[in-house]
């Protein structure tokens, strides 16, 4: 048996044994094809049978119809900061961003290069420590979109409600807690996340798109930057990332034998209690990042009493094989990643270490 660790990495991140198993199975003969999937035409029926499954159970797991498409790109969450405003944000118009931690702010900045753009709210004096409340987001009736991060990976904050816009399209960066949780997938225009923290390996992009907002498309953009000409062809007008696309059919369908998004995000919650239970409870020994209002089930961030204490804990986990707890550079202390993939040993296991790690150095 190979040696597993609990991975609390931010991403990329760990992927469920089973889904890791069956790639292994499947790698040099996929389903009698006689090839891997890596190694198959972009072309072949088989391949577009995996797009299209993808496609597929993606819609279903997010209760989207035939109003939505879901894309394979590739170029990160990053390039989405770019090909949003490339697209949708045109000459007079203005777009609103919520600015609710770092990748709020590089989305921001991003399309600050591209056109006109206002925060909504930034709450950075408070260290992005909460999610502003709707009565604070200062919304333009006529924004071109209004831009959010449902999950602020690197702070540990999440949004628990939709906002709402009053007809202006909201666009969100859910690179960190897409199909995590049930929500109303339907009151968003367009979608995107990078795939290395909840949906499979890294290399991918999946942007899911209202089909009236493909007709917006300039058509002097650059080919690869023109979503509508990937809806157009499946995802496949030029060669995707063919494996990557295959390990997140394969996530999708674990997610399915899961119980869907209702089973995920009450084991996602009973998850992350355990280690807010574990903040919680330390008399101050641990405090938490967050605000509780505003805390993430995805990734969870606390410190200790000093910075040596930190490191020690971050020496004694990897110990005990509970390995990716540093925080981000910009936050400090810990960062404990529990994406669907983590399983809830893995978190009881961190739970039970931080208990037992203040006792002997509290
Ligand atoms: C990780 C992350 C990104 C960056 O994703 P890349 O795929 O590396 O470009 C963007 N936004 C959020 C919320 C993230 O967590």
Redo the contacts with the bound molecule.
């Keep these: 048996m190979a040696k597993r660790v609990f991975n609390f990495n931010?991403?990329p991140s760990t992927l469920p044994l089973s889904v890791l198993q069956e790639a292994q199975n499947e790698l040099i003969d996929y389903r009698g094809c006689g090839m891997s999937v890596m190694e198959m035409s972009h072309r072949s029926k088989d391949f577009e049978a995996i797009v299209h499954s993808a496609e597929n159970t993606f819609k279903e797991l997010a209760g989207i119809g035939d109003d939505y498409r879901v894309l394979f790109l590739q170029?990160?969450?990053?390039?989405?900061?770019d090909m949003i405003p490339m697209t949708f944000l045109q000459e007079g118009k203005s777009a609103d961003y919520v600015v609710t931690?770092s990748?709020?702010e590089?989305?921001y900045k991003e399309a600050k290069k591209i056109g006109t753009v206002k925060a909504a709210a930034n709450l950075a004096e408070e260290n992005h420590r909460r999610i502003p409340q709707q009565d604070e987001l200062e919304l333009d009736p006529s924004a071109a979109y209004v831009h959010i991060?449902?999950?602020?990976?690197?702070f540990g904050t999440q949004w628990h409600y939709t906002p709402q816009t009053n007809g202006v399209p909201l666009v969100a960066?859910?690179?960190?807690d897409i199909l995590s949780r049930p929500m109303d997938y339907n009151q968003y225009d367009l979608i995107y996340?990078?795939?290395?923290?909840n949906l499979g390996p890294?290399g991918v992009?999946v942007v899911v798109i209202r089909q009236e907002l493909l007709k917006q498309v300039p058509e002097t953009l650059p080919s690869m930057l023109r979503y509508d000409l990937f809806a157009k062809n499946d995802s496949l007008y030029n060669t995707p990332p063919a494996f990557g696309i295959y390990m997140i059919d394969l996530m999708l369908e674990w997610l399915k034998d899961a119980g869907g998004l209702e089973a995920m995000g009450r084991h996602n919650m009973e998850k992350a209690a355990l280690i807010y239970h574990a903040i919680d409870n330390s008399n101050g020994f641990y405090s938490g990042h967050a605000a509780k209002d505003s805390r993430s089930q995805m990734n969870i961030t606390f410190r200790l009493p000093s910075e040596e204490l930190d490191k020690a804990f971050i020496q004694e986990a990897a110990a005990q094989n509970l390995t990716g707890l540093k925080g981000h550079r910009s936050v400090g202390g810990m960062r404990a990643s529990v994406y669907n993939a983590m399983s809830r040993e893995g978190c009881q296991k961190l739970a039970d270490f931080m208990t037992e790690f203040q006792k002997k150095n509290g």
């Design positions: 931010p991403g170029g990160g969450a990053s390039l989405q900061f931690g990748f709020a590089k989305a991060t449902t999950n602020n990976t690197i960066d859910m690179s960190s996340a990078g795939a290395q923290k890294s992009t």
